[in-house]
């Protein structure tokens, strides 16, 4: 059993070596542990502070791509590397190292292929009274969406067995935490979550500059998500309202009609058949996403049937060929120019 934890960085030079330390060397039920690094375009001596530590494995960008497409990246490289389990933590030690054993734990015993740490969010002193309520709304938003019980979706700190690991996608640039439970709901992968600890804040969040700009952010990655796994539900709740309001004003002109006084109402006809004409183009609109989800859902297979061709070969080997024997090139939809080193 190998695991490998991965590490998403972005000019970390100062807080990933007291990261990197806080990891686990051994741990029960795992036969190999190695580490891989994110290096998201950084400009810093981020690569050689995780040379010189010892890493096993860097996969890099040479410049900025984001969380999400470096999360993905992470997870080739994990792959390709022969990884049966795959943790992914932060560089800023926000995560205790000793709790990955916790994370780990039910993937270990068959209960879960997905796994999330559940960080104490009202217990965390640098996180202010409004952020605190909004990663509360969020979860439940994303529980909503995903029909998961996942208590804190934004977290980062997370678990997944190669399975797992082989079906996610992520498609927006922002972040994958949440498209990423979203997904694993709607596509019926086990996914749990266990209370996991933090440690005191090291440098401010990188992730959103403003709580509202984060809001915003986060609000249409779980509507796009959720239009993308459930397209005819979204479209068909969007025409609804509108042909209702239409079918109204279209049984008020009648009765004006009824009562002989519908020469003075001919605008609010005009008004009903607009608004129910919109009502049923929505809902054509649901119907076409709805076929192009069904075709998703083909390419997702052949997408994941090829991962684990690709991925069955000899860890760490080049499909294509190798250059001075130690970069790998990923062709994958997040970047052909993310390479491990």
């Not at 943790?87 to 800023?92: C, F, G, L, Q, S």
């Not at 996610?168 to 709607?186: K, P």
């Not at 997408?303 to 499909?319: C, S």
């Amino acid at each position: 059993m190998k695991l490998i934890i991965q590490i998403p960085c972005y000019n970390e030079a100062e807080t990933l070596e007291v990261t990197l330390n806080a990891l686990p060397r051994t741990l029960d039920g795992v036969d190999e542990i190695e580490y891989l690094i994110i290096n998201d375009g950084s400009h810093d001596d981020t690569v050689e502070v995780a040379r010189k530590w010892g890493v096993h494995h860097v996969v890099s960008f040479p410049q900025n791509k984001g969380l999400a497409r470096g999360f993905m990246a992470g997870l080739d490289g994990c792959l390709a590397n022969g990884a049966d389990i795959i943790v992914n933590t932060d560089a800023d030690n926000q995560y205790r190292g000793e709790d990955i054993a916790l994370l780990i734990r039910p993937i270990l015993n068959g209960e879960a292929d997905m796994v999330i740490g559940a960080r104490p969010i009202d217990e965390t002193d640098h996180f202010s009274f409004l952020k605190k309520k909004l990663q509360h709304f969020g979860s439940w938003v994303v529980r909503k969406a995903s029909r998961t019980d996942i208590p804190d979706a934004p977290s980062g700190f997370r678990a997944f067995s190669r399975e797992a690991a082989l079906r996610m996608n992520v498609v927006n640039d922002y972040t994958y935490t949440l498209e990423t439970i979203v997904q694993a709901g709607r596509e019926k992968i086990a996914i749990t979550s266990v209370p996991v600890h933090t440690n005191p804040e090291l440098r401010p969040s990188r992730l959103f500059h403003s709580i509202w700009g984060y809001v915003k952010k986060s609000v249409l990655t779980i509507l796009r998500a959720y239009m993308m796994y459930r397209p005819l539900m979204s479209f068909t709740m969007l025409s609804v309202p509108t042909v209702a309001v239409g079918l109204g004003i279209g049984v008020r002109f009648l009765i004006f009609v009824a009562r002989g006084a519908g020469s003075g109402h001919v605008q609010s006809l005009i008004l009903a058949c607009t608004l129910i004409i919109i009502g049923f183009l929505t809902f054509m609109i649901g119907l076409m996403a709805d076929l192009i989800s069904a075709n998703r859902k083909i390419l997702q297979d052949v997408q994941y049937h090829v991962k684990r061709m690709e991925y069955a070969k000899e860890p760490g080997k080049d499909t294509k060929g190798e250059q001075e024997g130690e970069m790998l090139y990923f062709s994958s939809y997040v970047g052909g120019d993310a390479a491990v080193r």
